[in-house]
């Protein structure tokens, strides 16, 4: 089963869950925004992605645009970040057990979903 990172106000994060509905795939929703992920969780899906820290980040995200631009802080600390402030992770991102990946473009999305 996939289970998929996922925030309802995100186009994308719904776009990939009305893609795998529609083709019938089965999954489970994290909404990362009500359930927040750990900093073990986060490092667990870096780990899946085969990324570092500033691979999930949304530089877009009006909270970092305000608080974080220009600040250099370690990967351990962005973690931290990021676990505090789940607006901040790229979303949506897909898990299949030891594999994930970052579902933006849905082309990214039904390649993962196709090869699985």
């Known amino acids: 089963m996939i289970k998929i990172l996922y925030n309802g106000n995100c186009s994308k994060s719904n776009a ?19 359930d927040p992920l750990s900093v073990l969780e986060i490092k667990t899906v870096l780990k899946k992605l085969g990324k570092d820290v500033s691979y999930i980040i949304r530089a877009t995200d009006k909270l970092y645009t305000d608080n974080f631009v220009g600040k250099h802080l370690s990967d351990e600390a962005w973690i931290e970040v990021l676990s505090k402030n789940p607006s901040l992770i790229q979303r949506p991102i897909l898990i299949k057990g030891s594999e994930a990946i970052l579902g933006r473009p849905l082309e990214n999305v039904k390649s993962f979903v196709e090869n699985k």
Do not use: R, V
Request: glycine share 0%; hydrophobic share 55%; proline share 5%.
């Open 16 to 34: 990939a869950l009305e893609y795998l509905a529609q083709n019938n795939i089965p999954f489970e929703i994290i909404d990362i925004i009500k």
